[in-house]
C-alpha cells in the first residue's frame, strides 16, 4: 500500500495560482487511480478532481472544471493539482487519496489518504 504526502499550499490572492504535488511511496503507486478531494471548515469532504492510472482520463468537480488541472508522472510517483483563477471559495484543507476500485467521485472509495494541505485564497 502506498503513503502519500501533500504539499504546495498556502496563502494566495483571489485570482492567483498554486500548484499542489502528493508524492506516494511504494512501487505500486502506478496501480492506484489518484484523486484530490478537499474540505472547507464545517463542511463535508468534497471531491475536486481524479485521474486514472495511466493518465489518460481525467475528471473534475463541476465548479473547478476549467480552472484546476490534474496530471501525474508516474516515473516520479506523484500527482499534481494546478490550481488557476482561485476563488475564495477554493479555501480548504485539500487532500489527495489513492483509489484501486470503486468511484472516482466517492471518497470512502479511496484506499489511501495524506495528511492534507491548507489552501488559502483571500479576497
Known amino acids: 500500500q502506498v503513503q502519500l504526502v501533500e504539499s504546495g499550499g498556502g496563502l494566495v490572492q483571489a485570482g492567483g495560482s498554486l500548484a499542489l504535488s502528493c508524492a506516494a511511496s511504494?512501487?505500486?503507486?502506478?496501480?492506484?487511480?489518484m484523486g484530490w478531494f478537499r474540505q472547507a471548515p464545517g463542511k463535508e469532504r468534497e471531491f475536486v478532481a481524479a485521474?486514472?492510472?495511466?493518465?489518460?482520463?481525467?475528471y473534475y468537480a463541476d465548479s473547478v472544471k476549467g480552472r484546476f488541472t490534474i496530471s501525474r508522472d508516474n516515473a516520479k510517483n506523484t500527482v499534481y493539482l494546478q490550481m488557476n483563477s482561485l476563488k475564495p471559495d477554493d479555501t480548504a484543507v485539500y487532500y489527495c487519496?489513492?483509489?484501486?476500485?470503486?468511484?472516482?467521485?466517492?471518497?470512502?472509495?479511496?484506499?489511501?489518504w495524506g495528511q492534507g494541505t491548507q489552501v488559502t485564497v483571500s479576497s
Open positions: 511504494g512501487r505500486t503507486f502506478g496501480n492506484y487511480a
Open positions: 485521474i486514472n492510472w495511466s493518465g489518460r482520463s481525467t
Open positions: 487519496g489513492a483509489r484501486s476500485s470503486g468511484s472516482y467521485y466517492i471518497g470512502r472509495d479511496y484506499d489511501v
